[in-house]
């Protein structure tokens, strides 16, 4: 029993001195993140003093290259291709004929309609004739003057069918490769041929919708393709008049020449998109942005301690963002060492120049 009893005794010793221990060591780390007058350690970061500055507002955005009128080239009828008068990847003028299907069947057609016209048209006449002498009644009359009607709708009917069948350039531009040759069975659900107008470009792309009412039309903008680092410059000539409720973003449309055929429909352009100029903003560096959950956040100096602000952005560029609300000139921005700080932590700022 009585070595039970020392077994007992070593035990509570021996925890009593762990716990006494884990005191101790917690005290002196506590002691250790401390200055010799109690206060927390002051850490050493970098800052800037904010000023107002004139921004010029620009939006840099991704849109998309298409041709100023691009259309699917389609036979409205069925038939025999006859000719085909167009080179594949040529440029074609507006009412050029491009290809013709055959159209002997319509012919005949029409000039059975027009002799059957050319007797309705010869039993009107002496119906007329007749009515003038009361010998036929009214009725008599309109029935041969309708026959009359109804062989000229035939005869213009035909006459549409076969216009039809000479397929024309809707307007100027450049045909793409042609899928049908001479004598070959064409029907309208086949298609011929792209044509496309490339002189000029229509550039579309969205924009958030905090700024649809910066943008107005005949604005001008700026917008590089890739693979080349020219610029080409285009007019906004049409804004989409309604806020697409899923991206919550406004479609705007503007227009650029083309006249060297540089640029190629389908490409994806980057759009500098010029805003208005801002007097006195204050613009920080992004690095000074910390994202939170209900927003963005920057660590200013307040009397040597670190202080927490919500601010509110607008436009970022490469190296620095545009804030709206939150800040003051004259406020020291903390721009380094952000994401170890906490609120009220000592800091010394060496101030970037």
Do not use: C, W
């Not at 041709?67 to 006859?82: D, F, H, K, L």
């Not at 007097?279 to 200013?300: M, R, W």
């Not at 609300?325 to 004259?330: F, I, Q």
């Amino acid at each position: 029993m009585k070595l039970k009893h020392v077994i007992y005794t070593i035990l509570i010793i021996g925890f009593g001195a762990f716990i006494a221990y884990r005191i101790i060591s917690n005290k002196n780390k506590n002691d250790d993140s401390k200055d010799k007058g109690g206060k927390n350690k002051t850490m050493t970061v970098s800052g800037i003093v904010v000023k107002t500055q004139t921004f010029d507002n620009n939006l840099s955005l991704s849109g998309s290259i298409e041709a100023n009128e691009q259309v699917e080239i389609r036979s409205e009828i069925s038939g025999i291709v006859e000719g085909i008068y167009f080179k594949e990847g040529s440029n074609v003028t507006k009412g050029q004929l491009l290809f013709k299907v055959n159209d002997i069947e319509l012919r005949a057609q029409l000039a059975q309609a027009k002799t059957k016209g050319g007797l309705a048209s010869e039993n009107e006449r002496r119906a007329k004739l007749l009515l003038e002498k009361e010998a036929i009644s009214q009725e008599e009359y309109d029935v041969a003057r309708a026959d009359l009607k109804l062989a000229q709708a035939q005869i213009q009917l035909i006459q549409a069918q076969i216009a039809k069948t000479s397929v024309k350039a809707p307007f100027s531009g450049k045909i793409g490769l042609r899928s049908i040759s001479p004598g070959s069975y064409i029907t309208p659900s086949l298609l011929v041929a792209k044509l496309v107008n490339i002189s000029k470009l229509k550039i579309t792309f969205s924009i958030p919708e905090k700024y649809a009412n910066q943008v107005k039309p005949n604005s001008n903008l700026s917008f590089t393709v890739a693979g080349s680092t020219e610029k080409y410059t285009a007019k906004i000539y049409a804004i989409e008049p309604e806020v697409q409720i899923s991206t919550r973003t406004l479609q705007v449309r503007a227009i650029a020449e083309n006249k060297d055929g540089k640029l190629l429909p389908g490409t994806f352009a980057n759009v500098e998109l010029p805003l208005e100029i801002i007097k006195d903003a204050i613009v920080i560096p992004s690095e000074a942005i910390i994202p939170v959950q209900n927003g963005k956040k920057v660590l200013i100096s307040n009397n040597g301690k670190a202080k927490e602000v919500m601010v509110e952005t607008a436009t970022r560029t490469d190296a620095s963002i545009l804030v709206l609300s939150g800040l003051k000139a004259g406020d020291t921005l903390l721009t380094t060492g952000v994401v170890s700080l906490k609120e009220d932590d000592a800091v010394k700022v060496k101030i970037k120049l």
